[in-house]
C-alpha cells in the first residue's frame, strides 16, 4: 500500500553528502607548536630529505612529504621548515612538511628572457659560487654576467671560481671583472682547492654554471664522499653533459658550512629582474640613481642621471660601464643578450 506524506519521518530521508565531505568547513589551521625543524637538503619526485637536529648527537635524516595546508607554496633545498609526523629517520617512515620558514635569500631564474613564470632554484644561501672553465669549454662572459645579476637580485655575494687555469691564463677574465669587485678563486685539474674551501668556510653556498666547467669535480674534492658523477666535454660541440639531474645540499668535513650543487644550466632567465635590484649591488651608483635618476630609469637611456653622477666624480666610468653591461644582459632586445648567454 502506498505510504501518506504523513507517514515520513526524518529517518526516511537520505541526504547525499557533498564531494567535500560533511565535515564542517573552518578557516582555523593547527598551529603545529610541537614541529620539528628540519633542513632541506635533496628533492627528488614529490619526497623531501630533511636533516633533523642539524648539529646535535640526535642529527637525523628523514623523508617528508608536503601537507595539504601548504596550498601551493613550493618548497626548494635549502628551506628551512616544521615537520610533523614520524621523524624518527627510520626506514619507511614518512613525515609531513607543515610550514616553510621566511626564506633570508631565494635564487631565481625563469625558462627565458620572455618567461612570465620564475622558478626557485635554492633558498637561504649566502654565496653564489659562478664556476667557469677558463677552457675547454671555453669561458661565456654573458652567462657569467646573467649568474651575476641574478646574485645581486637574491642578496646573494657572488665568488667568480675560474676552473682548468692549466689549460688557460685566467688573467683576461679576472681583468674584465674587476670594475665590479666581484672577488674570484682560480682552481687547477688536480690540485687540491684548498684556496675555494677557505672561501666556503661557515657559509652556505650554491655552485652554479653550465655543464662540462667541472663543477662536480670540485664538490668531490670538497666533500669526498658526495661522488657526485663527473662529465666530459663534447669534442665536437664544445659542450658538457649533464651529469647532476637535482639540486642537493652537503655539508662540509667537520661541519664548516654547506655547499649547495646544482645542476648544470645551458640558460639563464631573467624575466623577473627588477634594475632596480642591481643597482642596489652598486653602493657608489645606487645613491647616484636616487637623486638624479628620471622615474623609471632603466640607466641605458639618454637622460640617465648616473652619467653627471661619474663625471662629479662620485664613481668611476669603468663602474658604470659594468653596470650597464650587466643590466643590458637581462634585455630580450638587446642584441647577443639571449638567455643563454652563449
Not at 674584465?176 to 668556510?201: H, Q
Not at 670538497?222 to 664544445?238: I, K, Y
Not at 639531474?245 to 652537503?250: F, T
Request: with cysteine.
Amino acid at each position: 500500500m502506498a505510504r501518506r506524506t504523513r507517514d515520513y519521518d526524518e529517518d526516511d530521508v537520505r541526504v547525499r553528502p557533498g564531494r567535500r565531505g560533511t565535515r564542517p568547513r573552518t578557516r582555523r589551521r593547527p598551529a603545529h607548536e610541537d614541529a620539528s625543524t628540519g633542513f632541506v637538503t635533496a628533492v627528488d619526485r614529490g619526497r623531501y630529505r630533511c636533516l633533523v637536529g642539524a648539529g646535535t648527537s640526535g642529527e637525523r635524516a628523514v623523508t617528508a612529504m608536503r601537507a595539504r595546508e601548504l596550498g601551493r607554496k613550493g618548497v626548494v633545498v635549502g628551506d628551512r621548515v616544521a615537520l610533523v609526523g614520524d621523524v624518527s629517520g627510520d626506514a619507511d617512515t614518512l613525515a609531513r612538511i607543515v610550514r616553510v620558514e621566511p626564506r633570508t635569500s631565494s635564487l631565481r631564474r625563469t625558462a627565458d628572457d620572455t618567461d612570465p613564470f620564475e622558478r626557485i632554484i635554492v633558498a637561504n644561501a649566502d654565496r653564489l659560487v659562478i664556476v667557469t672553465a677558463l677552457a675547454d669549454p671555453e669561458p661565456r662572459p654573458r652567462m657569467i654576467d646573467r649568474q651575476l645579476v641574478a646574485a645581486y637580485d637574491a642578496g646573494m655575494e657572488p665568488l667568480l671560481c675560474l676552473t682548468k687555469a692549466d689549460l688557460a691564463d685566467p688573467a683576461a677574465l679576472v681583468a674584465e671583472y674587476a670594475p665590479i669587485g666581484v672577488p674570484w678563486v682560480v682552481t687547477r685539474r688536480g690540485d687540491d682547492p684548498a684556496e675555494l674551501r677557505e672561501r666556503l668556510a661557515g657559509r652556505t653556498s650554491v655552485l652554479v654554471g653550465h655543464s662540462g666547467v667541472g663543477k662536480s669535480t670540485l664538490v668531490n674534492a670538497l666533500v669526498p664522499d658526495a661522488e657526485r658523477a663527473v662529465s666530459h666535454v663534447n669534442a665536437v660541440t664544445g659542450r658538457g653533459r649533464h651529469t647532476s639531474s637535482s639540486a642537493i645540499a652537503l655539508e662540509l668535513p667537520g661541519g664548516d658550512g654547506w655547499i649547495i650543487d646544482t645542476p648544470g644550466v645551458r640558460s639563464f632567465g631573467l624575466a623577473h629582474v627588477e634594475p632596480e635590484h642591481v643597482v642596489n649591488a652598486f653602493d657608489d651608483l645606487a645613491e647616484g640613481a636616487a637623486e638624479r635618476c628620471p622615474p623609471h630609469c632603466d640607466h641605458r637611456q639618454n637622460d640617465c642621471g648616473l652619467d653627471g653622477w661619474v663625471e662629479d666624480g662620485h664613481a668611476s666610468r669603468a663602474r658604470l660601464d659594468s653596470l650597464r653591461r650587466l643590466l643590458a644582459s637581462r634585455d630580450p632586445e638587446q642584441p647577443g643578450t639571449r638567455a643563454e648567454g652563449g
